[in-house]
């Protein structure tokens, strides 16, 4: 139990699609962590349900104490997302370049099957595009162009502007886009009818905001570009006021400084960061950071995480310490020009409802979820489709009585009637073989998803860890990760919080980026280097200045400021870049470009191999970049004694049967808050903790390492 003496420094929440997590740090390194279900019509009132429940495991009690003591708030979670995916954000006027109006309509073919289940790949008579997030009646299309270079081929048609402000303006738009070709290279244009747009909401005597492509995201690939910045102008502002809510929340209970958020990078950032879209998917990403932040203070650089909650099963990599960067990711089925921490996602976790084909008999897990509300048919709140949780329940797997903690009574008899219902009278067997069956299914296909993500990487398997996490990955860990022969499989007592715990692990960070065209030939001599290096230095310094003044602005202590510059980089004629940090802060001359190219061919080797390298075609640089980073106070891992493999009796809670592979066993029961460091618990077992359970079946056993973690083991390797 956390003692009054010991003060709250950061709160980290991660807002999910089924539960908000909270978790609390204090001064001393310890840490806990609460849970409650979302509220989607306001995430404000299940946020501080979950504090409330955090703070029912402290001797700190008094909630305004705790948000009075607190020096950081920070939010992860999806409402951007879902803002999309429901198409709620706000009626937009765009002014394009003339001719490309139907830029939106058209889409890209990556992002219009993007998302879509393997058979409505192969039969294209199901596909349908995505609707543009602007209708064509609220886009204008004005004659101007600036060509490759940044020189103006055609001059901007100002009239054209004017008038299309005007009609917009009759249209009811809530705000303005422009997005000009090549404006990332010269942005005159776009800056010239930002003007023009202001004179005319001047003149009307309104004010609406006014994105450009040029601010948001200049950098190249015109569909990206302008998703990026529909997007912003689309979804962020309603996200920010509803940002904003919460932030008024925490104020009131009497904490002083602003709101965080996670960006989708992994940088901290306060709610009214100019570019928000970069928060999109926020949640997610904190687990990524966790995993990579306990990497490092146990020694383990090379793992696989893998968050299982209520509604996906979430997967990423981190190799030699770093998580891969993805510059173009695709979400909500938009290809976005917005960098984003690499992560695989399937629909499946433990809200996921189980159906079965009324022709085919086949049975299909999601991808629709029963969230927090209603919620799967046991939690009695409305729910009537049988989910994955309904069949752990029948299994034995979850303790009706101690569902977070015995707040949420579970109630058998309805799962078992809607299972028997829904799943095994149509599929003609037993209704605990059914149910098992049906979550052997969801172990199958989330063991499958992490194969094929460590095969397509070329990962040798046994040189990473496996991490488990998310409220239902202790619960499943050791079906997903059966045979696939990780170094370690490790889940925490804190995985159903594991990814807010991510988030209070960064550091307040932005990353910037712009896109230019420098060739290196394989035979370019000194002073064609020199040329190079003085561009790359240039966009470097004044990115750097950018980051200096966003951070300032946002009250950051400068002197603390640390900035990395890194580069994008292919070799000429390739299609895609590899990212580089350059080797030095700025390359002054030939040399350091030779260096950062060094140091590019070696990143390049280490994910392609080394026979991949073809310096002869020499290299060329579209995009360069500036990380500008803060730290910030984190939580505190600290290693302890290890104290005997034998639990202590208080330990354990009794015994429960289980149904495993066709039959029943007697599992023992165990209090995971009560497991110290170098206790053993041998399958078949069920660890309980308020926020989550770890199952262990009869051929597995685990045990407690000094670092608080649980390490997964087979019985035969025992």
Partial sequence: MTTVAKQPLVLGIDAGGTMTDTFIVFNDGTFVIGKAATTPHDEAVGFMESVEDALSYTDATDRAQLFKDLEVALYAGTTMLNTLLSRTGQRLGLIITKGFEDTLLHGRGMQSWAEYSYPDR???ATHVHPSPLIPKACIRGITERIDQFGKIAIPLYEHEVEAAAQELLQQKVEGFCICFLMSYVNNQHELRAQEIVQAVLDQAGTQLPIFLSSTVRPVMREGSRLNSTVVEAYAAAPVRRHLHKIEDVIHEQGFRNPLQTILSYGGLANIRYPRLHETLISGPVGGMLGAQYVGEIIGATNVVVS????????IGAITSGRAPINGEPTLARFKFNLPTIDLESIGAGAGTIVKVDPHTGKVELGPESAGSSPGPVCFDMGGTRATICDCDLLL????PDNFLGGKVRLKPDLALEAVREQITDLLGVDIYDG?????RLLETEAREALRRTVSARGFDVSEYYLMAYGGAGPLHVAGYSRGLG??????????????????TTADYMHRYERSLHLDVPADADDAHKEQVAAAIDQAWNELAQTASEDMEQEGRDISRLRLVPFAMIRYAGQLTDVEVVSPQPRLENARGLE?????????YERINRRVSRYAQAGFTVFELGMLAMIPKVKP???RQPLLGREPARTARRG??????????????VWDMEALLPGNEVVGPAVIEHPATTFLLPPDHYTVLDEWNIFHLHATEAH
């Fill in 396 to 399: 034995g797997y979850l303790n």
């Fill in 595 to 603: 260096r950062l190219l060094a140091d590019w061919e070696s990143e």
């Fill in 122 to 124: 192969l039969h294209a």
């Fill in 486 to 503: 990780f170094t370690g499989v490790l889940t925490f007592p804190y995985a159903a919080a594991f990814s807010a715990f991510g988030c």
């Fill in 655 to 668: 015994e429960r049967r289980i149904y495993w592979e066709g039959r029943w066993s007697e599992a023992s």
């Fill in 636 to 638: 505190q891992i600290t």
């Fill in 435 to 439: 149910a098992e069956g049906v979550v």
């Fill in 307 to 314: 968050d299982l909650g209520g509604t996906s099963f979430d």
